[in-house]
């Protein structure tokens, strides 16, 4: 069975840092590119990045680029978000999902960032 | 990197068909096959119901179909059940400037 379980998200203050973590299992991490897409409470989903499978190519959203790092340990197989100089507009839950044919087949539960002073 | 437009609200009576619009630009939902569209019940993680424009994923009703024309795609739910009450958001990658994908904004679907 396939599964996604990001970890890491908490209250953090406006300009701070926050690493968020996907635990993969059920199939084989290194196949896939993998997405972090977020949601503003009450808002509609938004996606927020994308990494290949080998981890050699990245791509953000504007909002995000150049704050934002997206990474994996196919080792571990673990994908993570490293997210520098945090506005109260990046409060979110944050997804990770696995991608299949340019859309999202598996998703994880999500987890919430707040940031706030 | 615009947001897809869909319809704020859809609803509908058990038994009945309900269609969800998602218009974007000749960058994205209008280029290739490249339109999802995803249930989302709050608080739980949102599921992939159709992917190139029109395909279902294993396991997913045929009560759910999904087509496009131009720049604008569809969602068809028929025979409405209870449990389809949920958020339905449309998704296209798209190739205005670096590589990304677009979410619509979500259409909340009633069940009457």
């Known amino acids: 069975e396939v599964q996604l379980v990001e970890s890491g998200g908490g209250l953090v203050q406006p300009g701070g840092s926050l690493r968020l973590s996907c635990a993969a299992s059920?199939?084989?991490?290194?196949?896939?590119?993998m997405h972090w897409v977020r949601q503003v409470p009450g808002k509609g989903l938004m996606w927020v990045s994308r990494i290949n499978s080998d981890g050699s190519s990245t791509y953000y959203a504007d909002s995000v680029k150049g704050r934002f790092t997206i990474s994996r340990d196919n080792a571990k197989n673990t994908l993570s978000l490293q997210m520098n100089s945090l506005r109260a507009e990046d409060t979110a839950v944050y997804y990770c999902a696995r991608d299949w044919n340019d859309g999202f087949d598996y998703w994880g539960q999500g987890t919430l960032v707040t940031v706030s002073s | 990197q615009s947001a897809l437009t869909q319809p704020a609200s859809v609803s509908g009576s058990p038994g009945q068909s309900i269609t969800i619009s998602c218009t974007g630009t000749?960058?994205?939902?209008?280029?290739?096959?490249?339109v999802s569209w995803y249930q989302h019940h709050p608080g739980k993680a949102p599921k992939l119901i159709i992917y190139e424009d029109n395909k279902r994923p294993s396991g997913v009703s045929d009560r759910f179909s999904g087509s496009k024309s131009g720049n604008t795609a569809s969602l068809t739910i028929s025979g409405l059940q209870a449990e389809d009450e949920a958020d339905y958001y449309c998704?296209?990658?798209?190739?205005?400037?670096?590589?990304?994908?677009?979410f619509g904004g979500g259409t909340k679907l009633t069940v009457l």
């Open positions: 059920g199939f084989t991490f290194s196949s896939y590119w």
């Open positions: 000749s960058s994205d939902v209008g280029s290739y096959n490249l």
């Open positions: 998704c296209s990658y798209s190739f205005a400037g670096s590589s990304s994908w677009v």
